[in-house]
């Protein structure tokens, strides 16, 4: 399966396919020229998947060099950024040749980072190896790294030249990041499709696998569709946001690693439903409706947690100038829309619903 992300000049293509690993470097030939590639990894994907993605690579006459990093989100640094920059400058790096990073969000986001700035850009390739990569951070071109005052705090805009996705590859992905994806998996069927959200109450874990292409392909054609829009990130790329702002607050609340990110949006997806069901603003029965689905995929829906306790830690990490805050809510399942609310009322947004 393939999807064209148009953005004029910047425009590129990704690729869905099971097996895609070991011939990519002949799907890579067609898209670039590059006569060496450095390819970055965490050292568990390296030790999972580089020597296959390397041998592809080979086989169609690139020149390889493997970057390998702590596995972890801790190495979206700047020490990390400086090392890799190191590398690259070692291994003779130059602007006719590419970058691959190969691995999950961490992965990406660094190794496109450092990709976008060596040189002042060189050309770098997606192939990312989680769920959350696959149908979220590897489309779109946002790359940072993490600053000590906050995350993704250093980064830039810079689309890749193509993204190749080997769904065959989350064979070995722990349970936990499963489910974590499947948390943005399901917001993706909320806001936009909602023959995606009936697929997923269809499938569970165990079936789950049959469905990767689809279940991919879906996801990445709406954030593309959504991203060619928003560019940059100015009005409507928000809706990807849905579920997020109190998702983070959870995730900061009980800092970081406590709660999956994918867990703080399943949160905050179904706190957020509940309210303004409440209100009248949402199709009655679709947080119901949600809750089950996120239990499916072993998601929680609320937690310990008071509003007053989440409420210092909603919008931090957004700029709020005027103590205003703009909510995604559903207005039933595939449907969103924007909802600008006032700092005074933010709160009545995060109650909880007593009998979750
Ligand atoms: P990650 O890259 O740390 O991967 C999670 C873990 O899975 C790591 O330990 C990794 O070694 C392991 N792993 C990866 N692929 C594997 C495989 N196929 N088999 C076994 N183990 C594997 O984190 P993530 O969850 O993929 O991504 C989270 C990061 O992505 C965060 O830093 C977040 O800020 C970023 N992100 C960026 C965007 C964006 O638009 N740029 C969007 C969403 C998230
Ligand atoms: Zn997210």
């Known amino acids: 399966k393939q999807i064209h ?15 895609l690993l070991d011939h990519v470097g002949a799907a890579l030939r067609k898209v670039i020229q590059a006569r060496t590639l450095a390819v970055i990894s965490d050292d568990t994907v390296d030790g999972l998947y580089g020597g296959r993605l390397e041998r592809s690579l080979q086989e169609n006459g690139f020149t390889v060099r493997r970057m390998v990093f702590p596995a972890g989100e801790s190495s979206k640094s700047l020490r990390m950024l400086a090392n890799l920059y190191q590398g690259m400058a070692d291994a003779g790096l130059t602007r006719s040749d590419a970058v691959i990073t190969f691995g999950g969000g961490v992965t990406g986001d660094l190794g496109g980072f450092a990709a976008a ?18 149908v979220d951070s590897s489309v779109g071109g946002k790359v940072a790294v993490d600053l000590p005052s906050g995350k993704n705090q250093a980064g830039s805009f810079y689309q890749p030249k193509a993204v190749f996705i080997d769904p065959e590859l989350l064979q070995t992905l722990p349970i936990r990041f499963i489910h974590d994806g499947m948390g943005e998996v399901i917001k993706y069927g909320c806001i936009r499709d909602r023959s995606l959200f009936e697929l997923l109450e269809t499938v569970d874990d165990n079936s789950l696998p049959a469905y990767w292409e689809e279940i991919i392909g879906r996801c990445c054609a709406i954030k593309a569709a959504i991203v ?31 709660y999956t990110h994918g867990e703080g949006v399943a949160v905050g997806m179904a706190m957020l439903t509940c309210r303004t069901e409440a209100m009248g603003l949402t199709q009655i029965g679709t947080a119901e409706r949600i809750i089950r ?3 499916r995929y072993s998601l929680p829906a609320a937690v310990r947690a008071s509003a007053s306790d989440l409420l210092p830690y909603i919008g931090h990490d957004k700029k709020k100038r005027g103590s205003r805050l703009t909510f995604i809510i559903l207005k039933k399942i595939g449907v969103c829309e924007l909802l600008p609310v006032a700092g005074e009322d933010i709160p009545h947004y995060i109650r909880k619903r007593e009998f979750i």
């Open 5 to 19: 992300v148009n953005l004029g000049k910047d425009s590129y293509d990704i690729q869905i396919e099971k097996g």
């Open 117 to 134: 700035t060596y040189l002042r850009g060189i050309p770098f390739i997606q192939i990312p190896t989680t769920i959350i990569a696959q």
């Open 228 to 258: 060619e829009r928003d560019v940059f990130d100015l009005g409507e790329r928000m809706i990807l946001n849905f579920g997020h702002t109190i998702g983070h607050a959870v995730e900061r609340y009980y800092s970081y690693g406590c």
């Open 293 to 295: 689905l996120l239990k």
